[in-house]
């Protein structure tokens, strides 16, 4: 019993962006330029101690390895920054893997927040459009 | 009258002239000086760069902070200064400065003066009660400063691997807290880093 509630209460914790799941993925991340290689194919979140977390998929649609950069925003309810500009992260994947980045927001104060995704090959590469 | 026409006209042509060559922009500029993106990746060289630094104080700060905030009050910490076991130069009261700012700035954490900071904590103290300048009531007291009942501290390590071609690096960076009176680790983590480079 006092399994089954656990397990009820991670259940309820644990966030996925279910059936319009491609909708809401896509409201969540800005690619800069669009990506030729790795895109974000899905994206987790539960809060912990008030602190969102997320665990944001990766995929390589290439054959060989690959790198792209990432950083988020981090807002309150009234879409209100709550925290500096974030450094950029590099990230590398493997020729095809698919690969999970586990992201924590830097205060409890932040209730929404944005993925910005840029390759290191995009399609249309402008020079210097790489972070 | 010509001769007035052709004067106003050569007056007029030097000021839309010297008007178009006016620089508008609030910079005193050789041409050869520009600012860049802070925040950007960093892979001129494979040493220890300001990528590495930003990531390690983000991912350890975030980490911290988040456990600290299930502490049914805000823990009174410490920190010292980062150990650099690794091969190369790393100004590591940099990195300990960037986790600081990030655990205060959630607002999860408050922090008790560190060791490389009492020097200045104590002559400040001293100068107030002894020097006879201030005024009684604005003196801070002797006797009053608050012990952490944590102390944080870090370490970054580095494994160095080169061949003829290839120079390869892997930084391993790890912080623990600890509960000062009992001894005991409360909480650790790590972030790894890999950097290659052609040689």
Known sequence: ?131 | MTVSIVRLGAVLGLAGLLAACANSRPTIDSGTVSYGDAKAVEKLTNEFGSTDLQTIAETMARSLAQTAASYPTKPLVTIADVKNRTSEYIDTRSITDSIQTQLLKSGTMRFATDIADMQAQTDELARQNTSGLYKGRTIAKVGNMEGAKYRIEGAITSIVKRNSDVKDVWYKFTLKMTNIEAGTIEWIDEKEIRKTSLR
């Open chain 1, 1 to 131: 019993m006092m399994l089954r509630s656990l397990a009820l209460a991670l259940a309820l914790c644990l966030t996925v962006l279910p059936n319009a799941q491609a909708q809401s993925l896509a409201a969540k991340v800005d690619y800069v330029g669009t990506s030729r290689h790795i895109t974000v194919t899905g994206l987790m979140r539960r809060d912990v101690n008030g602190f969102i977390n997320l665990v944001i998929e990766l995929t390589n649609s290439d054959y060989d390895d690959q790198e792209g950069y990432y950083r988020l925003t981090w807002v309150d309810d009234a879409g209100f920054p709550v925290w500096e500009e974030e450094a950029w992260k590099p990230v590398l994947l493997h020729g095809s893997e698919k690969k999970t980045v586990l992201v924590a927001a830097p205060t409890n104060r932040a209730t929404d927040f944005k993925i910005v995704f840029s390759g290191e090959r995009n399609w249309a590469d402008l020079p210097g459009s790489r972070p």
